[in-house]
């Protein structure tokens, strides 16, 4: 049985380094998985015997102890921290003081001697530690890091005489990393703060009044009381008091929603003024909140397309440099008489620039920006790689009922036939759809305006996409659209409508319709219409609805393209069809809420599945989640999809283009190592900065 552990990591700064690590724990005898979630520091481990769990614990700290100094598994240890922090001030001191000693040496002292001493002493200031962890590194086969190559770019610097320029690389590296740990654990801090939603605990009924307890320990049907102040920590009904919600971790909306007795509410929420009383109604584990968790904290798991392919470059991209870098140490001066120190020089300005840690760091790090830019919205991403295909849509399906339109049906005529009146109709309707949870069946009792006698019900069954059957009061009934009725040979009277029709049968005889009206979400008209001001003008709609329907509804969004009258594995089909007929034009995308909707999702190249009402398996299915029931939001996550997509493609180009250009620079001997060091740790923070931009998108 596989078993799978979360930990805290510590002291992690490199996302390269994370990912050498990374693989390192994944060879571990014993550990089947590994991940690595860089922005939230976090590792999870799936390991086959719990048995083992001490052992492997060792070797992950050894692994990330020999790749990056300093970092450290770690499960609440403040004094740690705390100490952690001293450290850095301290350090932080030092450097001040070494790098006075550095220009003090540089444009104060003219002796050469006490000029040498303080270059020497600023490099083993700053330098001491990546030496280390250099030698370290290469006794552990680690090669072609930025260890090593700051290293022997700087080493080589001393033996050709460049004291200051050798003891500058290693001061503005230095400098240049506390800067990009800055940056980097800014951003860190704000993907994290998407999961400070997390209750810490539920106040549970009990018969001795209130009791405090982990949210994961309270069951299903259990009472809590939610005061004022506090995070709402399991989903449930407000059986008592009223109050305003702020849901904006959940939705993004700014504005307070409004609650009473008989309301649903959703934890991660905060209950802003009265005491609630709440009925449970899901687990922990179940909870919006922790799907929230779930999804956020998955997100490395699915990397985008542009993430994989830097990963593999800078793996190809750094060891050719450091050979180029050697050929130009040695071709020039042996065929061509060059001078060994000119050429030693160039060579060293090529292993700085080589370092590949601005394209690894920033890509990920811009995706989760994207990503919490989304959350902050209330469009869950489960991953880099459905933000990048997201940017890439060209046609957009969507279902009709509950994602459209309200799927809050009314009841607007009853049509009576043979010998049966208005009022049967409604009585036979109610009572077979008595069990039943679907949006038509709500407003059909609705109508009735009474609860059904459900001990007058029975044989109830119900057929996917066609309706439902049941014997009432002894007599068959049938009700549901005309390919339910036609399968038991009943012959229905087509009635003119744009509405949705339901036809009833007993015993074997029509007795009536009843026709609904579904009316179009006020968000969907504008969501439409933006989606076509991004490009996305392909836009399709999919329905089980009656074809008069969803015309009208098609009508009143600008669909031109309706399929309607699908059952839910003619859904799929007609994707498929879609898919086909639309194959090299760009990413597919389709929008559902229902449990019927959960295929079509999963085979879209884009799911994208209507949290607030939708269905647990449509919202599992998906690859976005939609906490509000907003067709509006749907744009706007194409939008956060393009810019983050922007970004990343800035990243690449600015990293790319200003290391070629030094290298190139560097080879013909315009370019110093000052260059070089701007073209490594500098490109570095300028693309962490510029992937931060995605956090504060308007």
């Known amino acids: 049985m596989t078993i799978k552990r979360d930990y805290e990591v510590r002291g992690l700064s490199c996302v390269n380094c994370a990912g050498k690590i990374e693989a390192g724990i994944k060879e ?11 922005p939230l520091s976090r590792l999870s481990v799936e390991i086959a015997d719990d048995s083992a769990l001490k052992q492997i614990e060792s070797r992950i700290q050894e692994i990330m102890e020999s790749i990056e100094a300093g970092s450290k598994l770690v499960i609440n240890d403040n004094k740690v921290e705390d100490q952690r922090q001293m450290i850095s001030k301290m350090t932080l001191l030092i450097y001040i003081l070494a790098a006075i000693s550095y220009f003090a040496g540089f444009f104060l002292v003219n002796n050469l001697t006490l000029k040498l001493i303080l270059f020497i002493l600023t490099y083993i200031v700053f330098g001491h530690k990546v030496l280390i962890k250099s030698v370290k590194n290469i006794s552990k086969g680690n090669v072609f890091d930025e260890n090593f190559l700051m290293s022997i770019a700087s080493v080589g610097a001393f033996i050709i005489g460049e004291y200051p320029e050798a003891a500058a690389v290693m001061m503005f590296y230095q400098v240049g990393e506390l800067f990009q740990d800055y940056a980097v654990d800014h951003s860190k801090r704000a993907i994290k703060s998407l999961i400070a939603i997390k209750p810490d605990y539920a106040n549970i009924k009990t018969p001795e009044g209130y009791e405090k307890v982990d949210p994961s320990n309270v069951k299903i049907g259990d009472l809590i009381v939610i005061r004022p102040g506090e995070r709402v920590p399991l989903d449930g009904i407000v059986i008592e008091g ?36 709440v009925r449970v109604t899901k687990i922990f584990e179940s909870s919006t909140v922790n799907r929230i968790l779930s999804m956020v904290e998955n997100a490395a798991r699915k990397k985008a397309v542009s993430e994989r392919f830097i990963t593999r470059f800078a793996a190809v991209y750094t060891p050719v440099v450091v050979g180029v870098a050697a050929l130009l140490t040695v071709i020039p001066p042996l065929l061509f008489n060059g001078d060994f120190s000119q050429w030693i020089y160039r060579a060293l300005v090529f292993l700085v620039v080589s370092c590949p840690c601005a394209l690894v760091i920033s890509i990920p790090l811009g995706f989760f920006g994207g990503i919490g830019a989304a959350s902050k919205r209330g469009i869950l991403v489960k991953g880099g790689n459905y933000l990048e295909a997201l940017a890439k849509v ?22 009576n036939e043979n010998s049966f009146t208005k009022e049967q109709v409604l009585y036979y309707a109610a009572h077979a759809e008595a069990f039943s949870s679907h949006p038509l069946a709500v407003s059909v009792l609705r109508k009735y305006g009474k609860e059904p006698d459900k001990n007058l019900v029975t044989e109830y069954a119900e057929y996917a996409g066609m309706g439902v059957s049941a014997k009432v009061s002894g007599k068959a009934v049938l009700l549901g659209n005309r390919v ?7 012959e229905v009277k087509e009635v003119k ?6 036809y009833l049968a007993v015993d074997g005889e029509f007795a009536g319709s009843v026709i609904l009206e579904d009316t179009v979400k006020e968000d969907g008209i504008k969501a439409i219409e933006e989606l076509r001001s991004l490009g996305v003008d392909d ?12 015309d009208a509804a098609a009508q009143k969004l600008g669909i031109k393209s309706v399929y309607s009258e699908l059952l839910p594995h003619q859904k799929v089909d007609c994707l498929e069809k879609i898919i086909e007929e639309r194959k090299n034009t760009g990413k597919i995308a389709f929008v559902g809420d229902g449990i019927n909707d959960s295929p079509v999702i999963a085979r879209a190249d884009i799911g994208i599945a209507m949290g607030g009402t939708g269905s647990d398996a449509a919202i599992e299915a998906a690859d976005i989640v939609m906490m509000t029931d907003e067709p509006g939001k749907i744009p706007e996550a194409v939008r956060i999809a393009r810019k983050t997509k922007v ?14 250009i030094v290298l190139v620079l560097g080879a013909g001997g315009v370019a110093t190592l000052w260059e070089a060091v701007f073209a490594d740790v500098g490109v570095a923070l300028l693309a962490i900065l510029n992937a931060m931009r995605l956090t504060r998108i308007k």
């Open 242 to 277: 009223t109050s305003s919600l702020d849901t904006s971790a959940l939705t993004g909306e700014s504005l307070p929603r409004e609650i009473g007795a008989g309301n649903e509410i959703l934890s991660g929420s905060i209950n802003l003024s009265g005491v609630l009383i």
């Open 28 to 38: 571990i005898d014993g550990v089947n998985d590994a991940i690595i979630n860089f």
């Open 647 to 660: 970004i990343v493609y800035q990243n690449i180009v600015l990293s790319m283009v200003v290391k070629v």
């Open 394 to 415: 060209n046609t957009m399906v969507f279902d009709k009922t509950g994602t459209l339109t309200n799927g809050s049906f009314e009841v607007t005529e009853i049509i």
């Open 497 to 502: 409508s744009s509405g949705t029709l339901m």
């Open 539 to 550: 836009i399709v709609m999919l329905t089980g609805d009656r074809k008069d329907a969803a």
């Open 484 to 490: 339910l009725l036609s399968k038991y040979n009943i």
